[in-house]
Nanobody, 123 residues
Framework: QVQLVESGGGSVQPGGSLRLSCAAS????????VGWFRQAPGKEREGVAC????????FYDDPVKGRFTISRDNAKSTLYLQMNNLKVEDTGTYYC????????????????WGQGTQVTVSS
């Protein structure tokens, strides 16, 4: 059974940093597409950063480029999202997701999801 568990969310002031983690069990991250998605209240879930090593695909949403870094530790079956210089508009629930294919960083491409972790950026 696939299980994804996120951690690391919290409340920070603008300019602060957080590191999200996503521990996976029941599958390996070696060949799967992995990604982080954000959902703000009243909005659709959108892709923030995704990796697909199978097709050598790495994606960052434009607003987070240069501030967020997605990485994976296959030995630990853990996915990370380092978020620096956080802005108010980064606020939302962050979900990690995994899929065998995942050709694009969009929610419909991913079949396995974590429960989400809340990130709040406010002064």
């Amino acid at each position: 059974q696939v299980q994804l568990v996120e951690s690391g969310g919290g409340s920070v002031q603008p300019g602060g940093s957080l590191r999200l983690s996503c521990a996976a069990s029941g599958l390996t991250l070696d060949y799967d597409a992995v990604g982080w998605f954000r959902q703000a209240p009243g909005k659709e879930r959108e892709g923030v950063a995704c990796i697909n090593n199978e097709i050598r695909f790495t994606f960052y949403d434009d607003p987070v480029k240069g501030r967020f870094t997605i990485s994976r530790d296959n030995a630990k079956s853990t996915l990370y999202l380092q978020m620096n210089n956080l802005k108010v508009e980064d606020t939302g629930t962050y979900y990690c997701a995994v899929d065998k294919v995942g050709l694009a960083c969009v929610a419909r491409e991913y079949g396995y999801w974590g429960q989400g972790t809340q990130v709040t950026v406010s002064s």
